[in-house]
């Protein structure tokens, strides 16, 4: 995990030295599930929850040399939780990623990763970070399809998310 977040802060110190020829703007909208595991109000015990949500957001950043991008990720997301609940999310973070002419991949820090809710009438606040992993594939002029993999840990809490995004990337 170090050596990812290493990778991603030297390239992204790369490409505030480089030119650039592009401004990334991109809204995004993702769906999906994911499972929580979180401890009770009794310590040491530990429950999994499934939830899904809806998140929105958006993204900010530059190319590198053409096929390469860097941004800035913020998303907030609203969850139902399984167990008789709801939840709060926000993330921000910086990613990192190749734009190939129909696909883009990237790998992304999180560095705010905030989870806050109630389930099972209990009061719940999860600060952690996460990493993400996505691709996505742009077959129809200006809107592109995603799935993306979100991993976030916080001691032994932990949430695992998978998301189906649709956005709009703009490069200025």
Not at 23 to 33: A, D, H, N, Y
Not at 63 to 85: C, E, H, P, Q
Not at 112 to 141: C, E, F, H, M, N
């Amino acid at each position: 995990m170090k050596l990812l977040l290493s990778f991603i802060l030297a390239l992204g110190v790369f490409a505030a030295t480089e030119k650039s020829q592009a401004l990334l703007l991109e809204p995004i909208f993702g769906i999906g599930p994911g499972t929580l595991h979180f401890e009770t109000i009794v310590p040491g015990t530990f429950l999994d929850d499934k939830h899904t949500g809806t998140y929105f957001g958006g993204r900010v950043g530059t190319d590198i040399m053409g096929m390469f991008f860097t941004a800035l990720d913020y998303r907030v997301g609203s969850l139902k939780a399984d167990l008789n609940g709801s939840l709060d999310r926000t993330m921000m973070g910086l990613i990192f990623g190749v734009d190939l002419p129909l696909v883009r991949a990237w790998a992304g820090y999180n560095f705010q990763d905030d989870i806050k809710g109630t389930i099972s009438g209990v009061q719940r606040t999860i600060k952690g970070s996460s990493i993400t992993l996505g691709a996505g594939l742009g077959l129809i002029p200006f809107i592109e399809v995603g799935l993306e993999y979100i991993m976030m840990t916080k001691g032994s809490e932990k949430d695992n998310t998978a998301l189906l995004n649709i956005s709009v990337p703009f490069d200025l």
